[in-house]
């Protein structure tokens, strides 16, 4: 060490051009660690009722199976007109090869007939690669026309499967909170008529209660209990007319809409 001291790497005529301090070393107590980040579980989702899960499934499958299709027949398409552009070049590449070398000929069999030789064989060279494009660009249509016609029919079908699927989150939901059901849409409904005189609300016996607690607050309104009216529904009579509330009613109305649209 002592050595290493005298024999200065630095000489002495340099020592001025150099800052030269001694190094502290610093003890690893004074580095805290570094605190480590909270894991967070996420929170599994409940899983899904049977029934509609099965039929979002098969929405699934078929939303695939459509995505695939044409995801497929993309690729074709792009292989075939990949395919057609390297055969247009080959034959414009062959083309200029062909009419370099009659124009090689034509200087031995004369240059005005080896010229219109070169311009006949070029001519008969694009009218043919021209057919051939029209050939294949009806392929392409008529596959793109069968890709749409699959098209509609899956939409048909995810349309159809839709609206089952709504059908069983309605019954599910007025067997689990008919009440509440029952709320929301009697004020939904009553929106349209607050300014009509004679407003009477008749809903299910069994809902009548809830409803009862939830609208004192609107003493114009006059609700009655009425085993009629589905468990869910209402019937909102007044000086405007009759509003049919009931769920069933409305499903029934809003599929006839969706297939009505369909057949379009």
């Known amino acids: 060490m002592n050595n290493f001291s005298e024999e200065n790497l630095i000489a002495k005529d340099d020592l001025a051009k150099h800052s030269i301090a001694r190094y502290e070393f ?16 996420p929170r599994s989702a409940p899983p899904p009722p049977p029934l509609e899960s099965a039929e979002l499934t098969r929405s699934i499958q078929l ?3 459509l995505v695939e299709c044409l995801l497929k027949k993309t690729d074709e398409l792009s292989s075939h007109l990949a395919k057609l552009q390297m055969q247009f070049e080959k034959s414009q590449e062959e083309s200029q090869t062909l009419l370099q070398q009659t124009r090689e000929d034509s200087y031995k ?30 392929t392409i249509d008529q596959q793109m026309q069968q890709s749409q016609a699959h ?52 809903v299910n016996t069994l809902d009548y209660p809830y409803l009862s607690q939830h609208l004192k ?14 468990k869910g529904g209402v019937l909102i009579s007044s000086s405007q007319g009759n509003i049919d509330g009931n769920l069933m009613t409305r499903y029934k109305n809003l599929k006839e809409s969706v297939l009505d649209n369909l057949k379009v």
């Not at 004074?30 to 909270?38: L, Q, S, T, V």
């Not at 929301?184 to 609300?201: E, F, G, P």
Request: hydrophobic residues 40%.
């Open 109 to 138: 069999l004369g240059f005005k007939e080896g010229e219109q030789k070169a311009k006949d064989d070029l001519s008969a060279s694009i009218e043919e690669e021209k057919k051939h494009l029209l050939q294949s660009l009806g």
């Open 217 to 230: 607050d609107m003493p114009k309104i006059k609700l009655e209990p009425n085993d009629a009216i589905a």
């Open 26 to 41: 610093k003890s690893i107590a004074d580095f805290a660690p570094e605190p480590e980040p909270e894991s967070n579980t």
């Open 63 to 65: 939303e695939n199976e």
């Open 151 to 202: 098209l509609e029919t899956l939409e048909k079908e995810l349309s159809a499967i839709a609206v089952e699927i709504a059908k069983e989150v309605i019954v599910k939901e007025v067997e689990e909170k008919s009440q509440e059901v029952a709320l929301a849409l009697a004020k939904q409904l009553l929106q349209n008529i607050m300014d009509a005189t004679d407003i009477c609300l008749k």
